[in-house]
């Protein structure tokens, strides 16, 4: 009797164990197609975001609300790419497992699943459900994708006939435009160029070369780095930014704007030429390291996850890089010690004019050493001071003179104000040659006629 209640509970227990194996088997069978057809919708989400990737980045994009839908578009299409890989990995793990099952025997086969069949049918039910809830948020990814195509398409077309400047829509066409003019041995040049790059719009460089080569000491020079849209006004923006200049640096900005507000721009021409008078290391298609983020402050006040600084509330929104190099008396910065020494100060007005180079970058990302915001740089040396901006302003031309008395093989003198978002940058050094040579002509010019004066 005992016997007989043995051998029915092993067969029990094997009928029990078989029924299992198969259903877990189906289970198995049916997770690892639902897998498999999941697999198919996320390569075609994937396919789908990559196309309106691909197409809008041949399409240039102006409005910044379309910018922000692309950043997004690209987040999700890197997400689901990484969802992909990994369900095509475990997706190549199972049928592993599966051949490794195939290849044990039989009982071993029915004890091992038995052992894990309760365990994985639960775990694979949370993991298919989440996996599906993913599928479904970038299959609604890739719908939003082609609606955000169309925009962009559609919008294009329709500027084709809705540009009111001239400029802007040549540049928007891929075109660089240049003024040239030499009257009276002062030189006018002006050169614009657009900057496409994926994920950043339209941007443009304009450098504005005003030289005197009978007074080089009225020379200066002027770059702008910006993004473009259709209403985008890019004489009258570099404008109101040089209006934003601190007070230092008003009488400069006065002269430069005085000079753009004459320029004709309707004899602007289109040019393939590249610039002959780039600022060297400023004007490069890398706009990139001057504003890494082109999204990062929205404007009129939107919020936004970035903390303004003080020179993105200054400047507009739009704006990437902003350079001036003129030439600057070194006796004018030496009042700002007020000293009354009379030897000093005669010592300064026969040194050559100083070169001044100015630069405000309102969306430069830049880490700054805990508790101090300005770098000195003194023959490639770095020190770290805290100075605000009014301060370094204020403070770098009688700085650099100084310097210039104490070490004669300097050359130049550097200060940048980084505060974390923004950055401004001074840079004094020697004049060339020739800016030497016609002050030394200057002085000895005036010197005679004050002894000339002093005969009579």
């Known amino acids: 009797m005992a016997a007989d209640m043995v051998g029915s509970a092993v067969v029990q227990e094997t009928v029990s164990r078989i029924t299992s194996y198969l259903f877990s088997k189906c289970e198995n069978d049916k997770r690892m197609a639902c897998i498999g057809h999941d697999i198919e919708r996320l ?27 692309r950043k997004l578009f690209e987040r999700a299409f890197k997400d689901c790419g990484d969802l992909l890989h990994k369900c095509i990995k475990q997706q190549t793990m199972d049928a592993i497992e599966s051949e490794r099952l195939v290849t044990h025997s039989f009982p071993k086969r029915i004890a091992r699943v038995t052992q894990s069949s309760m365990s994985s049918y639960f775990t694979g039910f949370r993991k298919d459900n989440r996996s599906c809830s993913d599928v479904r948020r970038y299959e609604w990814f890739a719908e939003c994708a082609n609606r955000f195509l169309r925009d962009v398409e559609s919008g294009c077309s329709a500027r084709r006939f809705m540009f009111s400047n001239p400029i802007v829509r040549q540049l928007l066409e891929g075109k660089t ?111 990139h390291s001057w504003r890494q983020d082109p999204l990062c402050c929205k404007p009129d006040g939107c919020p936004t996850s970035y903390i303004p600084s003080e020179l993105s509330c200054k400047f507009p929104e739009q704006i990437i890089l902003i350079h001036v190099e003129c030439y ?42 805990p508790g101090t915001t300005t770098v000195e740089i003194i023959g490639g040396k770095e020190k770290h001071i805290c100075y ?52 030394k002509i200057d002085c000895q010019f005036s010197q005679g006629a004050s002894k000339r004066k002093r005969t009579k």
């Not at 399409?59 to 379309?66: A, C, Y």
């Not at 003019?181 to 496409?196: F, Y």
């Not at 010592?347 to 180079?357: C, I, Y």
């Open 177 to 287: 435009l240049e003024y040239k003019m030499v009257q009276r041995g002062i030189l006018r040049h002006l050169h614009i160029w657009p900057i496409c790059v994926e994920g950043r719009g339209v941007e443009a460089a304009l450098e504005f070369r005003y030289e005197d080569r009978k007074t080089p000491m009225r020379s200066f020079s002027l770059v702008l780095m910006l993004r473009l849209s259709e209403s985008t006004d890019i004489v009258g923006t570099a404008i109101r930014c040089l209006q934003s200049f601190m007070p230092s640096l008003k009488p400069v900005a006065e002269i430069v704007i005085g000079e753009l507000t004459q320029l004709p721009l309707q004899d602007i021409s289109h040019s393939h030429s590249a610039s002959c008078f780039t600022v060297q290391g400023l004007c490069s298609y890398h706009t």
């Open 43 to 69: 390569e075609m989400a994937h396919a789908e975001l990559e196309l309106a990737l691909e197409r809008s980045a041949r399409i240039p994009i102006t409005d910044v609300s379309l910018l922000r839908r």
């Open 328 to 369: 600057v008396s070194a006796f004018e910065g030496s009042n700002q010690h007020n000293t009354t020494d009379g030897t000093y100060r005669n010592l300064m007005a026969d040194r050559p004019p100083l070169k001044l180079a100015v630069g405000f970058a309102p969306h430069l990302f830049r880490e700054c050493t």
């Open 388 to 439: 605000s901006l009014q301060q370094m302003d204020e403070t770098v031309r009688s700085k650099a003179i100084s310097r210039y008395i104490c070490q004669s093989d300097l050359t130049y003198y550097r200060m940048g104000w980084y505060p974390g978002h923004g950055g401004a940058y001074f840079v004094v050094q020697k004049s060339g040659n020739e800016i030497a040579r016609i002050h």
